[in-house]
């Protein structure tokens, strides 16, 4: 379905531009067959243009990828990790002023064989800039209005279970912005793109961070509405929900799972069940609206497991 958009209106545009590099991210395997074949589309019309690929999926393949040579022929290099220094980097490369094996976190196709650089980049949060929505046609978005995501941390907490990838970019870290750097950053966002609506994104926001987030955007007194992710724990006190309520949050977003305690083991989730009706309630009464995640079917879970599941919301 996306044939004719990549080869009327993508290829029209780089031939209008004139790119050195074109950077695909794949963060869904959903992507990954309309990414390679936009990739192909490219090379084939622009054989000129590089391509680097980045992004959850190719992190979470990128030992299957170094073992499939052919595959660059699609695309030119891979960043592991992060890529905000590395991109960088990479485009100095082009230019002539570093050598490719000076930027870090990439794999890349050179004479028949693949190699890795040896340098390792990891960004400090705190000196990251302000997202730059520039370019992005907000007003066609499916929105209101318009909701733009602010990061608060990278990496989790956690990193324990068993069914997820999403954090494969940032390995054993967990890095939080300082809440005055979000401060900085919701007031440009609000100044240049007149955005009153925020995503706190990251899936698994600790409770504490949120709070102090909370605080100091009460004593900004910057007036916003948000939403964010965060795990199911019992510090979502009364006193909590109220202050993030105060504070601009209209929703939380929970991974809760299953409602079968075998399943959540599999799983290697830290949810303790007997919390969750409590949370929920505290977060109901602040006035915080409540988004469940749930997975059905995992592997070797029961019909019974799965009715649980459905009760075990209905009763909480």
């Not at 100095?92 to 002023?97: M, W, Y």
């Not at 750097?181 to 994104?201: E, G, H, P, T």
């Not at 977003?253 to 599999?266: C, D, M, T, V, Y």
């Amino acid at each position: 379905p996306y044939l004719s958009y990549f080869k009327e209106y993508v290829i029209n545009k780089l031939v209008k531009n004139k790119p050195d590099l074109v950077g695909i991210s794949l963060t869904a395997m959903s992507q990954v067959i309309p990414g390679f074949t936009l990739a192909d589309i490219i090379k084939q019309n622009l054989p000129d243009i590089k391509i680097v690929i980045g992004g959850v999926i190719p992190n979470h393949l990128s030992k299957k990828i170094k073992a499939q040579p052919k595959l660059f022929s699609l695309f030119d290099y891979l960043i592991k990790g992060e890529g905000e220094t590395p991109l960088y980097k990479l485009c100095e490369s082009i230019e002539g002023v570093i050598s490719i094996d000076a930027v870090p976190n990439l794999i890349y196709f050179e004479k028949n064989a693949i190699y890795e650089t040896q340098h390792l980049s990891i960004e400090d949060v705190n000196d990251l800039p302000t997202p730059d929505y520039d370019g992005f046609p907000l007003e066609k978005y499916l929105s209101p209005l318009p909701v733009l995501s602010i990061e608060p941390a990278r990496g989790c907490y956690w990193r324990k279970c068993s069914f997820c990838n999403q954090y494969s970019i940032h390995g054993n870290t967990f890095r939080l912005r300082d809440p005055q750097r979000i401060i900085v950053d919701i007031k440009r966002l609000q100044s240049k793109y007149n955005a009153q609506l925020f995503n706190i994104s990251n899936e698994g926001v600790p409770v504490n961070h949120l709070s102090r987030i909370s605080e100091a955007l009460l004593e900004s007194k910057l007036d916003i509405q948000w939403y964010a992710g965060a795990q199911l724990k019992k510090s979502f006190s009364k006193e909590v929900c109220n202050l993030l309520r105060s504070a601009g949050c209209r929703k939380l977003i929970f991974g809760l799972e299953s409602g079968s305690r075998r399943i959540l083991n599999l799983m290697n989730k830290s949810v303790i069940l007997d919390e969750v009706p409590q949370i929920l309630r505290n977060c109901t009464k602040a006035g915080i609206k409540v988004h469940l995640y749930l997975i059905i079917g995992f592997p070797t879970e029961t019909l019974k497991e799965i009715e649980a599941t459905q009760d075990f919301i209905l009763e909480a």
